[in-house]
């Protein structure tokens, strides 16, 4: 059911490459509610993705390519994006990751260190650049939103994650602190949602994926979030009900990162140790 939440509301949605992104289903939803968007990914995805399959479904969005890690291309982005949506937006989200590293299967021992900037400046970076450009283009409305995806690995060891790791832990400080920045000149709240882990290209690219998908789900007592109540959130927090919501690190996991252990966990060790007495 749409609640209009959105009405009137436009804004940039970064990274929806196919439709298990986190970012096709946040703009699926926030068309649903009203608001208007322009969709972008790196060129590269462009190719590969589907992107204009879903620009067409919510209402023939334009589509914009840019590589997040060039200034250059933001710039370019926000200016066109302006003229299309007609003005300063109201909302950017920023759902971008990738580490070459993780990718290529590089033991953390044995990391190439052009390869740790590359992460670094795709997934952590890139948000300060989108921050910083918005502002120098005073792109944002007076109570805008800003979002970035995070990981609880940024807290906590996953010894896949890789340097994926550092770069979550660096997106986090940076929406504390572009987010004072933000709040005391725009009005503008900016924080970090750290999703459950979740079945897209991103997310199976880690090695392992099913282990702590299924790890995670079991430690949670409402079970891992779906890319689809992830989508839901993002919309509550695009719209003027979380005006004083910032600098937050958000978990949105099921209630996974607050606990111990679970009944249900106990009883998926109990099953495996019952499987080695036979
Ligand atoms: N899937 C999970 O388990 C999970 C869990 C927590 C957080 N997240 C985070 O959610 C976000 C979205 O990932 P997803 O799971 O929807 O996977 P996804 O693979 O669908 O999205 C990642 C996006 O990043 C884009 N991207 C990569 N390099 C880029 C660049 N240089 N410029 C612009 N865009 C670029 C890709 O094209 C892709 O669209 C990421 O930040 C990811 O780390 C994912």
Redesign the pocket.
């Known amino acids: 059911m749409a609640y209009n939440l959105l009405k009137g509301k436009r804004g940039i949605i970064?990274?929806?490459?196919?439709e298990?992104?986190?970012?096709w289903l946040t703009a699926e939803k926030v068309h649903e509610e009203g608001g208007q968007f322009v969709l972008t990914?790196?060129p590269i995805?462009m190719r590969m993705?589907k992107i204009h399959e879903l620009a067409e479904r919510c209402g023939n969005s334009q589509v914009i390519p840019?590589?997040?890690?060039s200034v250059e291309d933001i710039e370019n982005l926000y200016k066109e994006s302006s003229e299309i949506l007609g003005g300063k937006i109201d909302f950017i989200l920023h759902?971008?990751?990738?580490s070459p590293n993780v990718r290529k299967g590089r033991d953390y021992g044995d990391l190439n260190y052009e390869w740790f900037l590359k992460t670094l400046d795709?997934?952590a970076l890139?948000f300060h650049k989108v921050m910083q450009v918005a502002e120098k283009l005073d792109l944002m409305n007076e109570w805008g939103s800003i979002i970035?995806?995070?990981?609880i690995a940024s807290q906590r060891t996953y010894p896949d994650y890789s340097d994926?790791a550092q770069a979550k832990a660096m997106l986090e400080s940076i929406a504390r602190s572009y987010g004072y920045r933000m709040a005391r000149d725009k009005k503008v709240r900016v924080n970090t949602i750290?999703?459950?882990?979740?079945v897209?290209?991103?997310?199976t690219g880690v090695t392992g994926f099913d282990i702590f998908h299924e790890f995670a789900d079991k430690m949670s007592p409402l079970g891992n979030a779906t890319?689809a109540s992830c989508a839901d959130y993002i919309v509550s927090m695009f719209s003027d009900f979380t005006r004083m919501v910032t600098m937050q690190n958000l978990m949105h996991d099921g209630g996974f990162s607050n606990s111990g252990i679970t009944y249900e966990f106990i009883d998926y060790l109990k099953g495996a140790e019952a499987k080695q007495d036979r």
């Open positions: 970064f990274g929806a490459l196919d298990k992104s986190i970012a990914n790196a995805a993705g840019a590589d997040a890690t759902s971008i990751g990738m795709i997934s890139s970035a995806l995070s990981y994926m750290s999703q459950s882990p979740t897209t290209t991103a997310g890319a």
